[in-house]
């Protein structure tokens, strides 16, 4: 494998990640919303922070290696996205 497909496959790798993330910024305040609990609304709350450093060391990562991290989506997460209000309770 050449130096050139390493980077493509570890940039590629990164895209997905980061779409999984920001996917997950999107659905963990309705998850916490739906919450049967204040226990679990709590731990959607505090992965939510998380979620968003984990976005921002992302955005990090892509300026370091001079991409961007737009351009795929992650398919798995766009699946989890989709779960209704009542799984969350």
């Known amino acids: ?5 390493l980077k493509e496959l ?4 990164l895209k997905d990640l980061f ?6 910024t999107k659905a963990l305040p309705k998850m916490a919303k739906a919450a049967s609990s204040d226990e679990l ?3 959607f709350e505090e992965h939510l922070e998380q979620t968003r450093g984990h976005v921002d060391r992302l955005q990090q990562i892509f300026g370091m290696l001079g991409e961007k991290g737009t351009g795929k989506k ?4 766009e699946g989890f996205g989709k779960r209704g209000r009542r799984d969350y309770r």
Do not use: D, H, I, P
Not at 10 to 13: D, F, H, L, M, P
Not at 74 to 77: A, F, S, T, V, Y
């Open 1 to 5: 494998m050449t130096k050139n497909s």
């Open 10 to 13: 570890y940039v590629g790798e």
């Open 19 to 24: 779409s999984a993330e920001n996917q997950l």
């Open 74 to 77: 992650c398919l798995g997460m």
């Open 41 to 43: 609304r709590q731990g």
